[in-house]
């Protein structure tokens, strides 16, 4: 009797089945299934969680020109020739400005036009705060200059990086005008 009823359940689905595929073939039109619909987001997740923006990178790319003048062999020449310009904070700051950004801009294209040159990027600051903090924070701002030179196509390998804090000022003085420009990141060739 199982067996009766397993072959009429078998035969009325393959029936059931034929009859449907010969529908769908004499009506000449094909039926699309509808789309699926989409997943309902809870309110109460997304009012909670902040939305995350990723951006891509934006590369600059530095064309290298022909190198058309000789450079002094002697370092300490080349050093005091000033193709290098110092890149300078805000106070407190090791983040970097436009200004400073558009400087290391053209000393990354400088170094580009000289593969040959290593440099030692030197992080000072005014004589405000504690020696500690200026050194940690001289450091940092040597660190944000070789980052974006490395950012901008000179080989980390050839950047060297040291903190002074405020025991090299390059102005003497105690007011904003000579604070302004202790608060840098100043450049030194090391070879050539």
Request: charged content about 25%.
């Amino acid at each position: 009797m199982r067996n009766a009823t397993r072959l009429t359940t078998v035969f009325l689905m393959m029936l059931m089945m034929t009859m449907s595929m010969g529908a769908c073939k004499s009506s000449g039109s094909k039926v699309q299934a509808p789309p699926p619909s989409p997943t309902p987001v809870s309110t109460e997740e997304s009012s909670t969680m902040p939305e995350e923006v990723v951006y891509e990178p934006v590369t600059e790319t530095i064309v290298s020109q022909e190198v058309t003048e000789e450079l002094p062999e002697d370092i300490a020449q080349l050093n005091a020739q000033g193709y290098l310009e110092d890149a300078f904070f805000d106070t407190d700051r090791f983040d970097l400005t436009p200004a400073a950004r558009e400087t290391l801009t053209r000393n990354a294209a400088w170094l580009q036009k000289y593969p040959t040159i290593s440099i030692l990027v030197e992080g000072h600051c005014d004589e405000r705060n504690t020696r500690e903090y200026n050194l940690a924070l001289g450091e940092r701002r040597a660190s944000a200059v070789r980052d974006y030179m490395v950012f901008l196509g000179i080989p980390a390998q050839r950047i060297q990086i040291i903190s002074y804090g405020e025991e090299k000022p390059f102005a003497l003085g105690s007011d904003e005008s000579t604070w302004r420009l202790n608060r840098r990141s100043h450049f030194v060739i090391v070879a050539r």
